[in-house]
């Protein structure tokens, strides 16, 4: 059986705006997260077209219709760093992720560290009267079954693995033996305050 040799695909600012609506019909993304997208789908393009002669000028022309594209998807609020971030924090501390975590893998997602800041206080004062990583904490303990949740162990007792873990995830030694030490009443109280 004789295989059908690939058709060569041309790179064109048709196809990169084509390639972009259908990323954001599926993710939420930051501008630096999309641009990064469809530098990657550039590059695979120019290496299926068989153009090698002329891949620069043609790399150089599509990085200007990345900027054409991610410009008008900011214009047309498809892509914004803010509700991303805020939608992306409020999803991570659900899910037991300290505060420095969750700055620093909005950080990596390209929003900036101002804007991050921010929405860690607008989390945090949605939160009331209860600490951002205290609650992260809680949760992570449930999640991972440590402490007064684990069924290893009756809970009264620090073990080692379950604080490193706990550090591991950046809470800080002083919340991790905190909640360590907690009985399950406390942290089932703490969860319900929580909301969760």
Request: proline share 2%; with cysteine.
């Amino acid at each position: 059986m004789d295989k059908k040799p690939h058709k060569k695909k041309r790179l064109t600012r048709d196809y990169l705006i084509r390639a972009t609506y259908s990323y954001l019909q599926r993710f939420a993304t930051t501008e630096k997260n999309l641009r990064d997208v469809l530098d990657r789908k550039v590059r695979r393009r120019l290496m299926l077209s068989g153009e090698e002669e002329n891949s620069d000028s043609l790399y150089d022309e599509a990085q200007t219709w990345i900027e054409e594209i991610v410009t008008r998807a900011v214009e047309q609020n498809l892509v914004n760093d803010r509700s991303f971030a805020a939608a992306k924090s409020a999803s991570l501390n659900r899910n037991g992720n300290s505060r420095r975590t969750i700055s620093h893998k909005l950080q990596a997602k390209g929003v900036a560290p101002t804007v991050v800041d921010e929405v860690l206080h607008d989390l945090a004062e949605e939160m009331d009267d209860l600490d951002l990583d205290y609650v992260a904490a809680v949760k992570y303990l449930r999640k991972r079954r440590f402490g007064a949740f684990s069924l290893r162990h009756d809970g009264g007792d620090i073990i080692e693995k379950e604080l490193a873990s706990l550090c591991r995830a950046g809470f800080s030694y002083q919340m991790a033996l905190k909640v360590l030490k907690m009985p399950r009443d406390e942290l089932e109280e703490v969860m319900y305050q929580a909301g969760s």
